[in-house]
């Protein structure tokens, strides 16, 4: 398996695969439209919520943003877009006691059943009752169980503080509101959060920048760039087939259980059950490759490091990451906005509002993002593609090319992709550094641990 032959042939499959996997996002992001995602609006409506909570503080800039989504989801978007949209503007302007919730209200009515979907056939019967009242007592718990039906999330609580204060119930419209501050609150904190980890990457910088150490840093990494493998005949081509069998188990399984409409349940939990499985299934076989492989003296890079040193290493590189995505991004953001590129964040944004707070179902993705996939993804890409392209094209090409098809290979588009770039240049720089892939699962880890974690915050109802 030496032939150099062969590894052409190798490579050629393998961008194959890649391709088809970035068409596949491609397709999907064209059903959507350009306006905000759900999961954004939530987001945006949360920070409106706690800045009307606390005035004069850093959320209390937001509602304009929210009201101008809105707005363009209700122009531009598709239909379903923009129902929700409609649905939205309404519950925001009863919430603040402004007159544009009855045109809303009316605009949505006027959609037709199929574009509004799964929501009831009278639901903007049902939204006009609730928000603009007067409710009478006995229509009360009807209203109640019937707005369940809409799977609101955190707007539920905003429609049942109108319904509750409409229907003259004060202490349960007031508890609703409280809920909705406190989950908003909670938002805020996240926020914050982020900010912080923000500040602490730009110390980080500064730190490394000024201390000696950098040279020794620098040093060893353009050292490891210029390092041919030195593998036993036909490594190279059994890590590709390593990468190959991962694309094209990822690829062609979600594709046939979707054919299978598999699974049944389109519920959160049986989503992240299944893509627990998936992930899980995907880890075994690669992990086989590696045991099979390594008694033939190939390696996919799972060379011992110390526990403090891994955990030490993987979290620096997290803070440093920070500035970097920021320095990027925020430019790259206006000029995506103003060609108006497709944007796309990652599915599993949209799987964690669906969970709301479900414990279960929030541990499963936890357990998906900060342990399967960086097991996985860290032993395909830096272990055994970046190693394959090293050993044959160069340390500076396999950074750049392995680092670019794990960012195709994700299903963000527009920023989303470019962080994930950035991410998995870190993530090379860091292979190439400690010559072992643990302290990158580590950096992996905390990377999708701690994002899961404040989406779930900023989104949760």
Not at 161 to 188: F, H, I, K, Q, T
Not at 234 to 260: C, D, E, K, T
Request: aromatic fraction near 6%; charged fraction near 15%.
């Amino acid at each position: 398996m030496n032939r150099r032959w062969l590894f052409w042939v190798l490579c050629a499959v393998t961008l194959a695969l890649v391709a088809a996997s970035a068409t596949l996002q491609l397709l999907r992001t064209a059903k959507s439209s350009n306006g905000k995602s759900a999961a954004e609006l939530t987001m945006l409506a949360k920070l409106a919520v706690a800045g009307a909570t606390v005035p004069g503080s850093v959320a209390d800039a937001y509602e304009k943003p929210f009201m101008e989504a809105l707005d363009k989801m209700i122009a531009e978007g598709v239909r379903r877009d923009q129902a929700r949209a409609l649905r939205r503007k309404a519950i925001w302007c009863a919430y603040r006691e402004q007159e544009c919730a009855g045109p809303a209200l009316t605009s949505l009515g006027l959609l037709s059943f199929y574009d509004r979907l799964p929501a009831p056939a009278d639901e903007a019967q049902l939204l006009r009752e609730a928000l603009l009242g007067p409710v009478t007592p006995e229509r009360l718990p009807e209203l109640s169980s019937r707005l369940s039906e809409l799977r609101l999330g955190f707007f539920d609580h905003l429609v049942r503080e109108r319904l509750y204060r409409n229907a003259g119930d004060p202490a349960a419209a007031d508890a609703a509101r409280d809920a909705a501050r406190s989950s908003a609150v909670v938002a805020l904190v996240a926020l914050f959060t982020f900010s912080g980890l923000l500040g602490a990457g730009f110390i980080a910088w500064l730190v490394l920048l000024v201390t000696p150490a950098r040279k020794r840093v620098f040093a060893r990494i353009g050292e490891s760039l210029r390092e041919r493998d030195d593998d036993p005949p036909g490594a190279v081509s059994r890590r590709l087939l390593v990468v190959i069998v991962f694309l094209s188990l990822s690829l062609a399984v979600p594709q046939i259980a979707a054919a299978l409409h598999f699974p049944a349940s389109r519920s959160p939990a049986a989503r992240a059950g299944w893509t627990l499985a998936l992930e899980l299934g995907l880890f075994l076989v690669v992990l086989g490759a590696h045991r099979v492989f390594a008694g033939r003296g190939v390696k996919l890079g799972f060379a011992r490091v110390r526990p403090v040193r891994a955990a030490g290493v993987g979290a620096l590189s997290y803070l440093l990451v920070w500035p970097v995505l920021v320095v990027v991004l925020v430019p790259l953001s206006s000029l995506f906005e103003k060609l108006g590129l497709p944007n796309q964040t990652h599915p599993i944004v949209d799987q964690l509002q669906a969970a709301g707070n479900d414990p279960r179902t929030l541990a499963m993705w936890l357990v998906i993002a900060a342990v399967l996939a960086p097991l996985l993804e860290e032993a395909v890409f830096r272990g055994a593609l970046q190693s394959a392209l090293q050993g044959r094209l160069g340390g500076v090409f396999a950074l750049i090319a392995t680092a670019l098809l794990f960012a195709i290979i994700h299903p963000q588009v527009g920023l989303g992709l470019v962080g994930v770039l950035v991410l998995g240049l870190m993530l090379s720089l860091v292979r190439l550094h400690e010559r072992s892939l643990w302290p990158g699962v580590v950096l992996h880890a905390i990377n999708n641990g701690v994002a899961l974690l404040i989406v779930t915050a900023l989104l949760s109802p």
